[in-house]
């Protein structure tokens, strides 16, 4: 979430929302938010009625629900997705930056 904050702008500037779906309850979610200054939306998914939707891999054995970060198009279709195989296994802001880039040149 860090990393994802500390470009928020240039995610903005992009004409790019942000939302982030997490295993919490909504007032751990809530806090968190709160004490971490993070400037886009949370949704807490403490049912992981999301995480099925997307196909979110739970690994008790990794700590949970591993990452998932998706970029979708205005029209609702994933246009990119990455399924991390543990918590560390995220994509940089740049690989993001990059297909959010694509995908404006696409729709100009």
């Not at 968190?32 to 400037?39: K, L, S, V």
Request: aromatic share 12%.
């Amino acid at each position: 979430m860090a990393r994802l904050r500390d470009d928020y702008q240039r995610f903005v500037g992009r004409n790019t929302e942000i939302l982030a779906v997490g295993p919490n309850s909504p007032a751990a979610f809530e806090q968190y938010w709160q004490n971490e200054r993070i400037p886009f939306i949370g949704l807490p998914d403490p049912n992981h009625k999301v995480a099925r939707m997307y196909r979110q891999e739970v690994n008790l054995f990794k700590m949970g629900r591993m990452p998932l970060n998706c970029v979708i198009d205005r029209n609702g279709y994933i246009r990119f997705a990455h399924y991390g195989a543990s918590m560390r296994d995220i994509p940089s802001n740049e690989d993001l930056f990059g297909v959010i880039d694509e995908l404006n040149k696409l729709s100009s």
